[in-house]
Nanobody
Framework: VQLQASGGGLVQAGGSLRLSCAAS????????VGWFRQAPGKERVFVAT???????NYADSVKGRFTISRDNAKNTVYLQMNSLKPEDTAVYYC????????????WGQGTQVTVSS
């Protein structure tokens, strides 16, 4: 199983980015897919998740600004990030797990998002 996270970059505050998490060896629609982020010197934290049934959940810090979605035909999960803030600066990772009672077992390599003020 391989997860390829991409789409990061440098953007000004208030701007938007769309991250992608493309999978090989695993059909994402059968799994929970989560996005996490890790800022410099901080622990990795949860950002958003989409279940196999399509339900979504978000960290309070990104609610109303970020949207997680899935394209089954492309076996890809997206994280649309709008109204970006400098505090969103981090390396963003995607990961998958079998369900809510399981740990995330496969992780992508991360993509850097930098938001300038």
């Amino acid at each position: 199983v391989q997860l390829q996270a991409s789409g990061g970059g440098l953007v000004q505050a208030g701007g938007s980015l769309r991250l992608s998490c493309a999978a090989s060896g695993r059909t994402l629609s059968n799994y929970y897919v989560g996005w996490f982020r890790q800022a410099p010197g901080k622990e990795r934290v949860f950002v958003a998740t989409i279940t196999s049934g399509g339900s979504t959940n978000y960290a309070d810090s990104v609610k109303g600004r970020f949207t997680i979605s899935r394209d089954n035909a492309k076996n890809t999960v997206y994280l649309q990030m709008n109204s970006l803030k400098p505090e969103d600066t981090a390396v963003y990772y995607c990961a998958t797990r079998r369900g809510s009672l399981f740990e995330y077992d496969f992780w992508g390599q991360g993509t850097q998002v930098t938001v300038s003020s």
